[in-house]
């Protein structure tokens, strides 16, 4: 089993930063992409961003320019840079971690993918 523990999310003025980081913990051997998702008040949970374990990044175009994933492999660490915070960008972040598909279909780890337990950001106009 894997464990993954968020922190930096809280509250912004619009145009400001945070930052949010997601550490796994446990059998970390099959943990391939990283990344962030989000949950707006009211509305489904929406990707936002994601790191392969070769550094190759994607973003959804509501935030591309403006906020940054980055991981630390040694430690089993991503974070999101997020700068130029808009009001909607207000949202709880939930990070995500993908074990190898090829690892899950031999067996070699259980689980398809981990889930944060959700850090909340709020921008504020």
């Known amino acids: 089993q894997v464990q993954l523990v968020e922190s930096g999310g809280g509250l912004a003025q619009a145009g400001g930063s945070l930052r949010l980081s997601c550490a796994a913990s446990g059998d970390t051997k099959c943990i391939a992409t990283m990344g962030w998702y989000r949950q707006p008040p009211g509305k489904q949970r929406e990707p936002v961003a994601f790191?392969?374990?070769?550094?190759?990044?994607d973003y959804a175009p509501a935030v591309k320019g403006r906020f940054t994933i980055a991981r630390d492999n040694g430690a089993y660490t991503v974070f999101l840079h997020m700068n130029d915070l808009r009001p909607e960008d207000t949202a709880v972040y939930y990070c995500?971690?993908?074990?190898?598909?090829?690892?899950?279909?031999?067996?070699?780890?259980?689980?398809?993918?981990?889930w944060g337990q959700g850090t909340p950001v709020t921008v504020s106009s």
């Open positions: 790191v392969t374990n070769t550094g190759s990044a």
């Open positions: 995500n971690f993908l074990n190898d598909p090829e690892s899950v279909a031999r067996g070699v780890c259980d689980e398809p993918d981990y």
